[in-house]
C-alpha cells in the first residue's frame, strides 16, 4: 500500500540530497530507478521512502513505497526537523 504524504512548504530534492539528513541516520539509496525527480531516502532500519520532485526541482510528494510494515516515520521526522516543516499524510488530509 502506498501512503502520499505532503511537506508543508517548498524544499528542493537538491536539498534534501545534499547530505544534511546523514548526520541523522538518512542515507539515499541509488537504483537504478533513480532519476533527478525520483529518489530514494532509506534509514538505518532499511526502511525507504521514495521523493517525487516536479520540473522545477521542488518537492510534490514522499511516498512510502512497500509494505504497510515500512515505517518512514523516523525519515518523515529527519525531514521536517531538518527543514522545519510539518509533513501531513494523504490520510491526514481527508
Known amino acids: 500500500m502506498l501512503t502520499l504524504n505532503f511537506v508543508s512548504k517548498p ?10 539528513l546523514i548526520k541523522r541516520g538518512i ?3 541509488v ?4 532519476t533527478d525527480s525520483f529518489r530514494y531516502l532509506l534509514d ?3 526502511n525507504d521512502l ?12 514522499l511516498i512510502n513505497s512497500r509494505t504497510s510494515t515500512n515505517s518512514t516515520e523516523e ?5 521536517a ?4 516543516c510539518d509533513i501531513q499524510s494523504e490520510i491526514e488530509l481527508e
Open 11 to 20: 524544499i528542493l530534492i537538491s536539498d534534501v540530497f545534499s547530505g544534511s
Open 81 to 84: 526537523t531538518e527543514f522545519k
Open 50 to 61: 521514495i521523493v517525487l520532485a516536479d520540473e522545477k526541482g521542488i518537492v510534490t510528494c
Open 75 to 79: 525519515i518523515l521526522r529527519a525531514i
Open 31 to 34: 537504483t537504478h530507478e533513480s
Open 44 to 46: 538505518e532500519d532499511m
Open 27 to 29: 542515507n539515499e539509496l
